[in-house]
């Protein structure tokens, strides 16, 4: 059933500020995890944001949207929860100990690709048209670039570990996204975003102590910078963010809010150079390049599911 937007009257200058604010602060969001686990283990840190989160989102929306989740729509929510925020955040925080955050989060922009393959590979799946298929080539090539030899053009390749981690956390994000298309979920989005962080808040601790992060990890040798990191993801990355994204999914096109994909990785790349010292070198100019114009190739394309991509809210790749 369509969403008829006409209930939900436009106001132009807000429509711009959550813009603004998914365009910025999902940007910002990974400079942050790396402040945040430079004294947190980059699972728990990842765990605390959005347990905090969800727990505060959960609440306030199924009082205010009267809606009593069944258990099918909690098993939805605890897969989703798991493949976006267990496997993907938390790859994505951990795969910053090997990895500059302007790159994690261009190799994170890299889920609209894995996004088409994921839905053409699916049964009864949608096959893109062709200039998606060259998009999605010319991000692999993009990919390559990063992780290939090790001094093309004079400058270092990331590491592979680190950046394998990255592609692996993009593909559960879309198998996590297309998943939340297809199963049952509660009629109010933020609702089920807030599900979502609970599931995935919860098994994001159940794994930082299943594979001993917390073994050494005392909460008297976080420092204040990372304690202000886990505030500013927790209260802006996720609250505000999350809210943001859902008013521009309701005023505005499916198309302009998934420019965020090719946004964000400019942001990051920029906060991570000016405020981090992390290297710009030619082989990072030119693999994002080539990746931005991969995504921007594959958002920008029509496709046949444009209605149902506007009417649902898919966890974004965001860190």
């Known amino acids: 059933m369509s969403h008829d937007k006409s209930e939900h009257p436009n106001h132009p200058t807000l429509v711009l500020f959550c813009f603004a604010v998914v365009y910025l602060v999902w940007g910002s969001t990974f400079y942050a995890i790396r402040l945040g686990i430079q004294s947190f283990p980059p699972h728990l840190l990842a765990g605390f944001r959005y347990l905090f989160a969800g727990a505060v989102v959960y609440p306030v929306l199924r009082a ?5 989740p069944t258990w099918p729509q909690w098993r939805t929510t605890l897969i989703a929860g798991a493949l976006l925020f267990c496997i993907g955040n938390g790859t994505v925080s951990w795969s910053e100990l090997r990895v500059p955050s302007g790159i994690a989060a261009l190799l994170v922009a890299t889920v609209s690709l894995w996004m088409v393959l994921v839905d053409w590979l699916r049964p009864g799946g949608v096959r893109p048209p062709p200039r998606v298929i060259a998009g999605f080539f ?7 670039l990063l992780v290939g030899p090790k001094h093309l053009g004079n400058s270092e390749r990331i590491d592979p570990i680190g950046a394998f ?12 996204s297309i998943y939340l298309r297809h199963h049952p979920l509660p009629r109010s989005p933020l609702l089920g975003a807030g599900m979502q962080m609970l599931c995935g808040g919860l098994l994001l601790c159940f794994t930082s102590l299943a594979i001993g992060e917390t073994r050494h990890f005392h909460f008297a ?41 090719f946004v964000n990785p400019v942001v990051a790349l920029f906060l991570g150079w000016l405020l981090a010292a992390e290297p710009l070198t030619l082989r990072t100019a030119l693999a994002s390049g080539i990746i931005l114009t991969a995504v921007l190739l594959v958002i920008t394309a029509p496709h046949k599911t444009q209605i149902e991509a506007e009417e649902s809210i898919p966890v974004p790749g965001e860190a």
């Open 165 to 176: 981690a990255l592609i692996a956390a993009s593909l559960a994000w879309a198998i996590g």
């Open 138 to 144: 010319l991000g692999f090539a993009g990919m390559a």
């Open 221 to 261: 040798d976080v420092t204040l910078r990372s304690w202000i990191a886990l505030l500013y993801l927790t209260a802006f990355g996720t609250g505000l963010g999350f809210s943001a994204y859902a008013y521009i999914l309701r005023h505005s096109t499916a198309s302009r809010v998934a420019t965020y994909a």
């Open 64 to 68: 205010t949207t009267k809606e009593t």
